[in-house]
C-alpha cells in the first residue's frame, strides 16, 4: 500500500511544501488549529515537532518553542490525543519530529502504535542513527507501517547516501549546510555542488531541503534544487504571541507564494 | 579490563552507543575508526607521557594520610590529582585530546564546562599548542566559579555562557554540541567527562587510566600489594572515577565505590543522585542513566559543585551500577562541605567540593583496621575558597 507521503510525491513532484510546528507551542491546544490553517493554505505536508528539553540539533527558536511547550504541559501522550481525531480533517501527510529520550519513555513499540493509529505518515528521530535503526528499531516502523525519515547533510558521502535511500521509503531530509536550524545562511553560494552531487546519484526516493528556507527566495532556491522544501524555525517564529492563528498562517504562506 | 571494556560499537551491556545526528556522523565515524590507533601509536604515547611528567607533573603522589586514617581506624591513600598542574585530574584527558586534534589536523577546539576545571585543563593545553579554544560554560556555573572563569580567559580562551535549561554544565554541554553541528570540519570538541557518543567515554577513560595505572605500581611500592580493599571517588559524568577504577575493573576483591551528590537531600527535589533518581534513557548522544521525568524531559540537578551538577552519569558507570560492580553512594552538599573542613584540618589538604563527596561517605562502608582504602583526590579547593568562605564557620 502507497502510504500518504509516497502519494504527494507521485501527485505533485516538485515545489512541495512542507512546515514545521512545535506541538504545544504558542499554547498547549495550538496545534489541530494550526494544521487546518496550513492545509487550507495549500501547505502539502507538516511536519509536527515533539518538544524536548536539550534540542541539541535546533538552533534557539526551535529550542524556545520546544521550552514554551513543555512549560505548556505538553507530551506525547496529549499530542496523540490530540491527533486522535485529525484525519477527519487532516488529509496532508503528517510527520513526527523529535529526539528519542522521550519515544523511549512512552516505549518504542508504544510510541509507533499510537502514531500510526492517529494517521501519522512518518517520523525523524534526529539522534537515531542507522547503525541503531538497523539494529533495534527498523523492525518496529516495519511493523507498523511507518516512514523513518533520514537526515543528510554536506558531509554524507555518496556511499551513505545510497545506503540511506535503500532503506528509506518516502523522502530524504537534505539538510542544507552544516547548521543548527534556524541558522542564518547565504544557501546559493555555497550550496550547489552540494544539491548537484545529490542530483547525480539518481536517488528512488525524493527529496526536500530543510535548514536555512525562510522566505520567499530561500524557498525557490530549495525548490529548484530538491522536489521540495521545510520551513521550520522562521513559521515558528512568527507565531509567538500571536492571538489569531490563521491569519498569521495566511499572511506568512502567501508571502513565500 | 575484558568484562567490562566497550564492545566495537561503543556499548558497556545495554549502556552507551552513539546517538548523534546526522551532522556530526562523519566526525564521529572518523574518531571511531582511529582512536586507538591515533593513541597507541608509539609515538603518540611518547609524547603523552612526556607532556604528562614534564608539564602535568605526573606520576601524582599516593600519599598516606595518617591523621585521616587514625579518625576512621583504617589505612587511608590519597590519590593526589589535585597536584597535577591545573589543579585537577581533567588535564590527563585534554592532554591526550589536544595531541589527538592535532593528528586529525583540527585547527580549532572546543569544551564545555561545570566546574571550570576541564575548561581550564582545556585552555591550558589550547595555549600550549597555539589552537584556539571556546569554552561553553553555564551562566550559573560562571558566577559560582568566578576564579576559574578569569583563569580561562588568561590563558587566552572564550568564554561563552549557556544561558538556557537550567544553565549549568548538561546546558553547557547541548551548546557545545550546537558549536561541533556548526564547524564539524575544522573543530575537535573535547569532551572532558565519560559521557557523550562513542567514542568519547572510552576515549576519556582511557586516559583517565593513569590514575589506576599508576595507583597499583604505587600501592605495590608502599603497602607490598598492588590491590586495596576500596577505591573511593566522587562521580559526576564520571571521568575521575572512571580513571580511578579502570584498572582494577577485573580484581574483583577490590570494592569500586561511586559516590554522587544528593545535593540538599536524594528526595528533596534538590539533587543530583543519579542511581538513585535516574532512569535509562539518552542524553549527550549516549544511553545511559539519567534522572528525567516520566515524558523523558531531562530534569535539572542539584549540587553544591558545579563539577557534579549533572543529571546523567557515563554509560561506563551506568553499566558498572547495573551489574553491580561498583556500589553507588551519595553525599549531601552538607556533608561534602563538612569533609572539606576535615580533611583541611586532619592533613593540611584543601580539597575541591567534588573531591569532598568521595570523603563524606567514609564513615558508611564498613572499613576496618586492616583494609587499604585509596581515595581518589581528584581536585584542589582553590576555585572553590568563595563558597567555602559563605558556607563553612570558620
Known sequence: ?257 | MEKFKVDKHGYYGKFGGAYIPEMLHKNIEELQNKYLDIIYAPAFQKEFHQLLKDYVGRPTPLYFAKRLSEKYATNIFLKREDLCHTGAHKVNNTIGQILLAQKLGKKRIIAETGAGQHGVATATVCALMNLPCVVYMGEVDIARQAPNVQRMKMLGAEVRPATSGSKTLKDATNEAMRDWIAHPEDTHYIIGSVVGPHPFPDMVARFQSIISEEIRWQLKEQTGSELPNYVIACVGGGSNAAGAFYHFLDDETVQLIAVEAAGEGIHSGKSAATTALGKPGVLHSSKTLFMQTDDGQVVEPHSISAGLDYPGIGPIHAHLFDVGRAKFLSATDEQALDAVLELSRLEGIIPALESAHAFAILSEIGVKKDDTVVINLSGRGDKDLDTYLKRIAL
Open chain 1, 1 to 257: 500500500m502507497t502510504n500518504r507521503i509516497q502519494q504527494l510525491f507521485k501527485q505533485k513532484e516538485n515545489n512541495i511544501l512542507s512546515v514545521f510546528i512545535t506541538a504545544g507551542y504558542p499554547t498547549v491546544e495550538a496545534l489541530p488549529e494550526i494544521l487546518k490553517a496550513l492545509q487550507s493554505n495549500g501547505v502539502d505536508m507538516v511536519e509536527i515537532g515533539m518538544p524536548f528539553s536539550d534540542p541539541t540539533a535546533d538552533g534557539p527558536v526551535i529550542q524556545h518553542s520546544n521550552t514554551i511547550a513543555i512549560n505548556n504541559g505538553m507530551t506525547i501522550k496529549l499530542l496523540f490525543e490530540q491527533l486522535k481525531d485529525i484525519r477527519k480533517d487532516i488529509h496532508i501527510p503528517l510527520v513526527l519530529m523529535g529526539y528519542i529520550n522521550p519515544a523511549l519513555q512512552f516505549g518504542f513499540d508504544n510510541f509507533l502504535a499510537s502514531a500510526k493509529d492517529c494517521g501519522i505518515d512518518g517520523v525523524i528521530i534526529p539522534d537515531l542513527p542507522m547503525y541503531e535503526y538497523e539494529h533495534i528499531y527498523g523492525n518496529l516502523f516495519k511493523k507498523h507501517d511507518l516512514q523513518n525519515i533520514f537526515l543528510i547533510t554536506p558531509q554524507t558521502s555518496n556511499e551513505r547516501i545510497q545506503k540511506i535511500d535503500q532503506i528509506s521509503n518516502s523522502f530524504i531530509y537534505v539538510v542544507s549546510t552544516h547548521a543548527i536550524t534556524g541558522a542564518n545562511i547565504d544557501l546559493e553560494a555555497q550550496q550547489v555542488a552540494y544539491f548537484d552531487r545529490i542530483k547525480t546519484l539518481n536517488l528512488r526516493n525524493p527529496t526536500v531541503i530543510g535548514f536555512g528556507i525562510k522566505d520567499k527566495d530561500t524557498l525557490a532556491f530549495a525548490h529548484k534544487n530538491a522536489n521540495g522544501a521545510i520551513i521550520g524555525s522562521a513559521f515558528v517564529k512568527v507565531l509567538e504571541n500571536r492571538q489569531n492563528i490563521s491569519e498569521t498562517v495566511a499572511d506568512f504562506i502567501q508571502q513565500l507564494q
